[in-house]
T-cell receptor, first 112, second 112 residues
Framework: NAGVTQTPKFQVLKTGQSMTLQCAQDMNHNSMYWYRQDPGMGLRLIYYSASEGTTDKGEVPNGYNVSRLNKREFSLRLESAAPSQTSVYFC???????????FGSGTRLTVV | SQQGEEDPQALSIQEGENATMNCSYKTSINNLQWYRQNSGRGLVHLILIRSNEREKHSGRLRVTLDTSKKSSSLLITASRAADTASYFCATVRMNRDDKIIFGKGTRLHILP
C-alpha cells in the first residue's frame, strides 16, 4: 500500500543512548516532516525538509538531527536520548508543501 | 506557538446525531485543514479549505471558514461509532508556507 512507513513502531531507550527513526514514502512527495505528539500538547514540528537536499528546524529541534537521504527517506536521530524525549513520533509527507499531509503510523519511544 | 485552538476539547454525542467542532486561529492563513486521528494511529487528512473559500463538503463532512472571525467549524452529520477519534485543525499561515501548525485537537466520542 502506498504511504508513509515508519520504523520501528516501538522503542525503549536508556538515557544517553542514541537511535535513528526511519521514515520512507513512496508517493514521490517533495516535502517530509517529523513531529512529536505529547498528551495535551498536540503535534509539534521537530524538523522538516521542503525538498530533497534541504532541511530546516521546526518548533522543537533541540536534541535531534535529521537527514534527507534521498527523495523517499527522511530520518530522525536522537544522539543522546533524554526522558523528555519520551513521546510518539510521526513522520509525514506532502506532495506540495503544506497541501495535505500523509502521516505514518508513528513510533512510540520511551526513554528511561 | 499554537496557531489553531479547537473547541470543545472533548465531545460525546449519541450515534446518529451531528457533531460540530470549532477551530480558532490567530493570524491570516493561506489554508486550513482538518485531520482525524484514531487511537494509536497516525493522522488522516480529511479536508482542506482555502482562505478564499467559505464552505466545503466531503461526504458527511462540512467545513466552514470565516476569515473575518478567524474561525472554522467541522460538522460531521449522522455520526457513527467509527467517527470516534480526535480531530485536529491545522493552519498554513499567509506568506509563511513553510509548515502547518496543528491545534491540540477535539476528542469526539460517539455513544451507541
Amino acid at each position: 500500500n502506498a504511504g508513509v512507513t515508519q520504523t520501528p513502531k516501538f522503542q525503549v531507550l536508556k538515557t544517553g543512548q542514541s537511535m535513528t527513526l526511519q521514515c520512507a514514502q513512496d508517493m514521490n512527495h517533495n516535502s517530509m516532516y517529523w513531529y512529536r505528539q505529547d498528551p495535551g500538547m498536540g503535534l509539534r514540528l521537530i524538523y522538516y525538509s521542503a525538498s530533497e537536499g534541504t532541511t530546516d528546524k521546526g518548533e522543537v529541534p533541540n536534541g535531534y538531527n535529521v537527514s534527507r537521504l534521498n527523495k523517499r527517506e527522511f530520518s530522525l536521530r536522537l544522539e543522546s536520548a533524554a526522558p523528555s524525549q519520551t513521546s510518539v513520533y510521526f513522520c509525514a509527507s506532502s506532495g506540495r508543501i503544506n497541501y495535505g499531509y500523509t502521516f505514518g503510523s508513528g513510533t512510540r519511544l520511551t526513554v528511561v | 506557538s499554537q496557531q489553531g485552538e479547537e473547541d470543545p476539547q472533548a465531545l460525546s454525542i449519541q450515534e446518529g446525531e451531528n457533531a460540530t467542532m470549532n477551530c480558532s486561529y490567530k493570524t491570516s492563513i493561506n489554508n486550513l485543514q482538518w485531520y482525524r486521528q484514531n487511537s494509536g494511529r497516525g493522522l488522516v487528512h480529511l479536508i482542506l479549505i482555502r482562505s478564499n473559500e467559505r464552505e466545503k463538503h466531503s461526504g458527511r463532512l462540512r467545513v466552514t471558514l470565516d476569515t473575518s472571525k478567524k474561525s472554522s467549524s467541522l460538522l460531521i452529520t449522522a455520526s457513527r461509532a467509527a467517527d470516534t477519534a480526535s480531530y485536529f485543525c491545522a493552519t498554513v499561515r499567509m506568506n509563511r508556507d513553510d509548515k502547518i501548525i496543528f491545534g491540540k485537537g477535539t476528542r469526539l466520542h460517539i455513544l451507541p
